[in-house]
């Protein structure tokens, strides 16, 4: 098995060095471009490759025609297809992101606590416009019933005047006969008055025996 690895090692190392041999300046910057890279002058290199948030490659080579050693050009060009990213610049894009997050997250705590203020206010509101419909149910329920009652008090007031004003029409009638009935006993006792008054008179052409009788009957109409 370490033979067959170690085999298998060696045809690889053969087959890249096969690719990347007698490759050139020119060559490379084309599969840098290809790759989205940013070719500018370098420092103690004449070039590199660059691109946002990832390290720089230096790119060997004073002209374009100049071939690449296969070992250097190999790491080249993977960089180039497989690049590292720049910690610095990464770190600085994750700190930013994570205050982002951050930030947000403490706005959507503030927003979910507002959302839940507003649902207990809503809930309390309902509950207030419930307790206020069932308060004007009852009110009205009271006002319906205080209604009713008013309309049997009323009913049962003109009653009580009507039955009023029939005794008092009585109590009249009552007084009116009554008066008629002293009027009458009145003018009776005037009568019995006068009756007697000519009785006594008329008892001195009596005779005796007679004017004791009639003596009698003057007493009886005296004491009626």
Do not use: C
């Not at 052409?205 to 003596?215: C, E, G, I, T």
């Amino acid at each position: 098995m370490t033979w067959e690895k170690e085999e298998g090692d060696r045809l690889i190392s053969q087959r890249i060095g096969e690719l990347f041999k007698n490759i050139t300046r020119k060559k490379i910057l084309a599969i840098a471009r290809q790759h989205g890279w940013e070719i500018v002058s370098a420092g103690k290199e004449p070039l590199k490759a660059r691109k946002q948030g990832y390290h720089s490659i230096p790119i060997p080579g004073r002209n374009d025609g100049a071939v690449i050693a296969n070992g250097t050009a190999f790491k080249i060009v993977k960089a180039l297809v497989q690049p590292s990213i720049d910690e610095e610049k990464y770190a600085t894009t994750l700190e930013a992101i994570q205050y982002e997050l951050a930030r947000q997250k403490t706005r959507a705590d503030r927003a979910e606590y507002k959302l839940a203020q507003a649902q207990q206010t809503i809930v309390k509101l309902q509950t207030d416009v419930e307790a206020g419909l069932d308060l004007a149910d009852e009110t009205e329920h009271h006002n319906n019933t205080l209604q009713k009652t008013v309309h049997r008090y009323s009913r049962w007031i003109e009653k009580l005047k009507a039955k009023i004003t029939k005794l008092i029409q009585q109590r009249a009638q009552q007084e009116e006969e009554m008066l008629k009935i002293a009027d009458a006993v009145e003018q009776q006792e005037i009568r019995r008055k006068n009756s007697v008054a000519r009785l006594t008179q008329f008892s001195g052409k009596l005779s005796p025996k007679l004017q004791r009788d009639l003596q009698k009957i003057i007493r009886y109409l005296k004491e009626e």
